[in-house]
């Protein structure tokens, strides 16, 4: 039995709106409201989901790189959101993240040599020569060269960034990952050649990764399970087979049929949502999805589901089940 | 003329002080009338710029040097980059309509949208003021707009990207125009607003019984919404055919190798399929043919002289050495 690396527990980031002559707060946009799920160690966990629901922010504040209101999250038996500055420093080294656009996430005026020893610098104590073992190992590890080193972002493709962000986050040996739209930002043949690294990385590593994405046909191919989001809730939960074969919540179900099929033949009138996302400052009351639901029954708009354990580690938070 | 656009040899040059770099080379192609022709491509392959050229609206340092745009007007066939200024913007928005990638830069945020919407129908109607804001109101209320009214008084910033893109494509129909060019219209969008997009392009094409061409590097995209289809890779056409037949008997290896790294995402048993290398960079000078380096058919004449675009099969155009019928080996 694999062992839990992170459990987060009951997880709320809320963002204040301030306005008026004293700043008053006025209202919160609920952009992460309760949301509960664990990672097992070695394991690719996906959080899927349409933009502004809240998948990002659920990843940082993980990280605490943006505050949480309330909620805990575990890592390792600690409790991350406890730990004093100097605690969440030391920490920071075991939990790493890439991020999306490998264009803005690499300081313009830094070499790759610099980029890259960085991070080592800030968390060990290295002599110089440890340090460039280290640099010529990961080096080696993302497919860059040694010539690559003395060279600034912007002589750099997007893929080839993208290599170096990774390299930068997993050059402190983390036991755990989170990439936030990692290919998301680029070309079609570039994207899978991230991929496959990150894949292989993860295997030779032993890394444990929240991967955060809206691409589903990615993340059926990387995660081992997925949490898909909406408005701030996790909806559904489960392996990615049990999950993809059998999607059991009216809005994974759209969202699995509204990505384009590759066979013209099979060219369908979808079940199309209608209308966008509600306001996350405003949620609907009941079930989140009620607005946009095809099978909304009374019950819907009254109380909130919460997440349902159907057997097969499948669980799902609506009033049909 | 069957076809509302034909390109005939169109090329793009990007005009430095000593020399000029190709980006777009000897491109030709035709749009059917009624018919939808997807161009499919990465970053940096000229799709777009080719998408401006038929507009005129490529800017200095870019300039169309090579080639005809021919478009059919009033059933006489013109050459668009012959044309002078003043005619072509009775062209742009009336007969040619383009809808960009991004809906939230594509609009004015210090106009209402009533007035950005009118606007196109000041320049080349002569509708009374009313007239105007009722066919305004009744084009919001075509492409699925909720509480239309409200939304006409709505800055750009109160709306959602999706209802943004909506907004942009009425504007775009709103003059009726024989031919659409949506350029990437959903890569800003989410998967359930793109299905929604992708279906109203669908629907508004058959009301209108408009021509369109759809930019995308998405091939999901082009197998749920064009007939024809042309592949784009640095700056040239490598495959052009129908679509069941370019997902169905693919030609080009560049081609086979888009649709495997997507294909490939749902076979777990094998590593992901990946084409070697990077996408050329626009304008970089590649000898014999452009595809060469990241290619895993690649011949040693491959990389001495270039393909022609050739004809494999009735209807279906390549550009590789692999089916030319010379003997390569000359």
């Known amino acids: 039995m694999s062992k839990t690396i992170l459990a987060v527990e009951n997880l709320k980031t809320y963002f204040p709106i301030k306005g008026g002559v004293f700043n008053k707060i006025r209202a919160y946009v609920r952009a992460v409201d309760g949301v509960s799920f664990e990672v097992q160690e070695g394991e690719t966990f996906a959080l899927v989901g349409e933009s502004g629901c809240g998948k990002s922010t659920t990843g940082r504040s993980i990280l605490r790189l943006i505050e949480p209101t309330e909620g805990k999250v575990i890592f390792n038996d600690k409790d991350i959101l406890v730990l004093s500055r100097e605690q969440l420093r030391m920490m920071r080294k075991d939990m790493q993240i890439v991020f999306q656009n490998p264009y803005s996430s690499l300081n313009p005026r830094m070499t790759v040599q610099k980029l890259l020893s960085e991070p080592l610098i800030n968390h060990f104590n290295l002599t110089d020569k440890e340090v460039s073992e280290r640099v ?186 | 003329m069957d076809n509302i656009l034909e390109i005939k040899n169109l090329g793009i040059d990007v005009i430095g002080e000593k020399s000029s770099r190709i980006l777009v080379d000897n491109v030709s192609f035709n749009v059917k009338k009624r018919g939808s022709l997807g161009i499919v491509g990465e970053s940096g392959c000229g799709k777009s710029i080719t998408a401006l050229s038929i507009m005129q609206l490529l800017d200095y340092p870019l300039k169309q040097t090579r080639g005809q745009i021919l478009f059919e007007k009033d059933s006489k066939i013109i050459d668009l980059a012959r044309v002078d200024k003043s005619y072509m913007k009775k062209v742009r928005g009336k007969e040619i309509s383009m809808i960009f990638q991004e809906p939230m830069t594509a609009l004015d945020p210090i106009f209402n949208i009533e007035y950005q919407i009118i606007e196109v129908l000041k320049f080349h109607t002569d509708l009374k003021k009313k007239d105007m804001k009722d066919k305004a109101l009744e084009m919001l209320k075509k492409v699925g707009i909720p509480r239309a009214e409200v939304v006409m008084k709505n800055y750009p910033h109160q709306l959602s990207g999706g209802m943004l893109q909506r907004i942009v494509i009425s504007m775009a129909l709103i003059c009726n125009p024989k031919l659409l060019i949506a350029d990437e219209p959903t890569t800003a969008l989410d998967v359930t607003i793109q299905a929604q997009i992708l279906e109203l392009i669908n629907e508004l094409r058959n009301v209108y019984e408009t021509s369109v061409i759809m930019i995308t590097h998405d091939l999901g995209v082009i197998a749920e919404t064009c007939e024809d289809v042309i592949v784009f890779y640095a700056g040239q056409i490598v495959e052009e055919t129908n679509v069941q037949e370019l997902f169905n008997n693919t030609k080009h290896p560049y081609t086979k190798g888009l649709i495997n790294s997507v294909t490939s995402l749902g076979d777990k048993t094998r590593p992901l399929y990946t084409i070697p290398g990077t996408v050329p960079i626009a304008g970089e000078v590649i000898s014999g043919c452009k595809f060469v380096e990241r290619c895993d058919s690649a011949m040693k004449i491959c990389s001495i002289k270039e393909p022609d675009l050739i004809e494999v099969s009735k209807g279906h155009k390549c550009r590789c050495w692999l089916y030319d019928g010379r003997d390569v080996n000359e």
Not at chain 1, 187 to 202: A, F, R
Not at chain 1, 221 to 242: C, F, P, Q
Not at chain 1, 295 to 313: Q, V
Request: with cysteine.
């Open chain 1, 136 to 321: 010529n190992w990961i080096l080696d590890k993302v497919g860059l060269a040694k010539q690559h080193l003395n060279r600034y972002p912007h002589q750099f493709s997007g893929g080839q960034r993208q290599r170096i962000s990774i390299a930068r986050s997993i050059i402190t040996y983390p036991k755990f990952v989170i990439a936030d739209e990692p290919v998301s930002a680029l070309d079609v043949s570039i994207q899978s050649q991230i991929l496959n690294l990150l894949m292989d990385l993860q295997r030779d590593l032993g890394l444990t990764m929240i991967f955060i994405s809206h691409d589903l046909n990615v993340v059926r191919r990387i995660s081992s399970r997925v949490a898909v989001m909406y408005l701030g809730n996790i909806i559904e939960i489960g392996t990615t087979d049990e999950l993809f074969d059998n999607p059991m919540h009216p809005y994974t179900d759209a969202l699995l049929l509204s990505v384009p099929s590759l066979d013209p033949t099979k060219r369908k009138k979808r079940i199309i949502l209608q209308g966008e996302v509600p306001s996350p400052i405003n949620p609907p009351t009941g079930c989140v999805f009620q607005t946009r639901c095809s099978k909304r029954m009374k019950i819907c708009e009254e109380t909130r589901p919460s997440l349902k354990d159907i057997g097969n580690e499948h669980k799902v938070a609506c009033h049909l089940y």
